[in-house]
């Protein structure tokens, strides 16, 4: 419990502490203490690397399938703000990207089919639980598997959800039932 | 498609009926609903306000649904440094006059073991069941969001 509070501690530091550089055409200041590149296996089985997403704005959450709760509800945010993009002619230049903490249940083939439901062209990632605790130390994510049975295990973890421009540095943080028109607004002032 | 079959027919009245409150002697329900997943879900959630009119303490523990393999009681809750984990409630107690929420981001009904994962617009039947009180059972429409 004491490691859980001091890298929540940690989050809200960075979080405090978020950039100082404003960037010309928004307002978002670069967080200089989470993000970087990486590289997990995408719902195709195909190795995904962040940077190759550079032209595009992303929006990264992480979450798991067997979540009946909160991540659905984020999911289905993050496709909101994707098809108010799309109307307006944006889509082609944001990513929505879900990374599971789960790969033993969301294999590529389950994110394959779970992700396209929700009509936001959603890159879903999973890989080896090192994998995706390396990346989530990178974004300041506390997960942790808790007992079950049956199958029947869930996961504590924090719900933030990124913003990252072009360059893949992280431009803001949302909670779980953040605003739409916030985030489509905040991906259009980094277009 | 037996589901859908079932189902379809179904869903107008069932929205209807879900703005009236469901009853079983002493308990009322409203509001209530499934949040619509993709059809390969394993699990999905439940929500409803649930009232003890009575006058004796009621423990709610879960429900049955035919297409589910079992529903448990739960919290999302938020601990001190922000981490958001389940809590497995093993009875929810309604004292007399208590008013229970179960919401997104809250206490919720979590249906696991899906054979058949219902649509939005559709709408199925949720048994409430209780440590010492006939079942209460009522239609939950199925929707992208809270009513």
């Known amino acids: ?22 960037e010309p055409g928004s307002d978002l200041p670069v967080n200089t203490r989470l993000g970087g590149d990486f590289t997990l296996t995408d719902h195709n089985g195909e190795p995904f690397r962040l940077s190759s997403l550079e032209d595009r704005v992303v929006i990264l959450f992480f979450g798991y399938t067997h979540c009946p709760d909160i991540c659905p509800a984020v999911l289905a945010r993050v496709a909101q703000a994707y098809r108010n993009l799309d109307k307006q002619g944006d889509a082609g230049l944001v990513q929505p990207v879900f990374i599971t903490f789960d790969p033993e249940r969301d294999t590529p083939a389950h994110l394959r089919e779970y992700l396209p439901w929700f009509k936001a062209d959603i890159i879903g990632l999973t890989g080896s639980v090192a994998e995706i605790k390396a990346v989530a130390e990178q974004y ?6 808790t007992d079950g049975q049956d199958e029947v295990y869930d996961f504590t973890h924090s719900d933030f959800i990124y913003l990252l421009d072009q360059q893949g540095r992280v431009r803001k943080l949302y909670p779980a039932d953040f605003d739409i028109d916030e985030v489509v607004n905040d991906v259009q002032s980094l277009l | 498609m037996m ?10 009245a ?13 308990l009322e329900v409203n509001g209530a609903w499934l949040r619509a997943v993709p059809p390969v879900s394993p699990t999905m959630a439940g929500y409803f306000e649930i009232r003890n009119r009575g006058d004796r303490v009621v423990k709610l523990e879960g429900a049955d649904v035919a297409f589910a393999g079992g529903a448990m009681l739960h919290d999302s809750r938020t601990d001190e440094d922000g981490q958001r984990r389940m809590v497995h409630l093993g009875s929810v107690r309604l004292d007399p006059g208590d008013r ?5 981001g809250g206490k919720h009904l979590m249906l696991m073991k899906l054979s058949q ?11 409430l069941t209780f440590a010492n009180h006939d079942d209460l059972c009522t239609d939950f429409p199925v929707r992208h969001n809270a009513p």
């Open chain 1, 140 to 145: 300041g994510v506390v997960f942790l598997k």
């Open chain 2, 3 to 12: 589901f859908k079959a079932f189902f379809k027919p179904v869903a107008l």
């Open chain 2, 14 to 26: 069932a929205l209807l009926a879900a703005a009236t409150p469901a009853a079983a002697g002493d």
């Open chain 2, 100 to 104: 229970v929420r179960f919401a997104p």
């Open chain 1, 1 to 22: 419990m004491n490691t859980r509070i001091a890298i929540g501690a940690l989050l809200l530091a960075a979080l405090t502490l978020a950039g100082c550089g404003d």
């Open chain 2, 117 to 127: 994962v219902p649509r939005a617009g559709e709408s199925v039947e949720v048994c």
